[in-house]
């Protein structure tokens, strides 16, 4: 499947039964992971950058069809399309929607459920709908983590951690 993509990185790990169409204007990063049950609408390209984890569910959308000066109504056969983008290291919670033109930027963390309208800066914690910033993360923990390549999906696939569900 993942041949038809734009690219793949290495320490990937993509659930067998999401669903993309146009796979060609999707490109994802290094130890990125993408939940079981996705469906990305790639129409107008998206990027997902190295050591985002994407939960369960997710729902993302690069294009509507054009309604405003439409031929036709509700809409007409055209599209507008606008890319997303999906920074380093974000954490993408379960049946979480992201709509067209949105960009993510780093470290961000998208809480489940949430409905994303609108570009979401570094470091912010979001959630709701529409997803609206609620916290921050810790920068100096983030940037520390990140310069010492302390990407999870990385970590994972060396053994070096494992999910610990006794804690």
């Known amino acids: 499947m993942t041949k038809s993509f734009g690219s793949v990185g290495i320490g990937t790990k993509i659930w067998k039964d999401i669903n993309v169409s146009f796979p060609k204007n999707l490109v994802i990063g290094d130890y990125v992971y993408i939940g079981p049950n996705a469906f990305i609408q790639a129409l107008g390209g998206v990027t997902i950058k190295k050591g985002t984890i994407i939960g369960p569910d997710l729902r993302l959308y690069t294009a509507n069809h054009k ?3 439409a031929k036709s109504i509700p809409y007409d056969e055209n599209y507008e399309r ?7 290291n974000v954490w993408i919670g379960g049946g ?14 998208v809480g489940a459920g949430s409905v994303v309208t ?4 570094k470091m912010a914690i979001v959630g709701g709908n529409p997803a609206k910033i609620i916290g921050y993360r810790n ?3 983030y940037e520390k983590l990140k ?3 302390m990407i999870y999906m990385k970590l994972k696939g060396s053994g070096l951690i494992k999910p610990n569900f006794h804690n």
Do not use: M, Q, R
């Not at 606008?82 to 380093?88: F, N, P, S, T, W």
């Not at 979480?96 to 963390?109: A, H, Q, T």
């Not at 609108?118 to 800066?121: A, D, G, T």
């Open 147 to 149: 310069a010492n390549d």
């Open 82 to 88: 606008k890319a997303v983008a999906i920074g380093e």
């Open 139 to 141: 920068e100096g923990d």
């Open 118 to 121: 609108k570009p979401i800066p």
């Open 96 to 109: 979480v929607i992201i709509l067209p033109g949105v960009s993510i930027e780093d470290g961000v963390v």
């Open 67 to 69: 309604f405003k000066g």
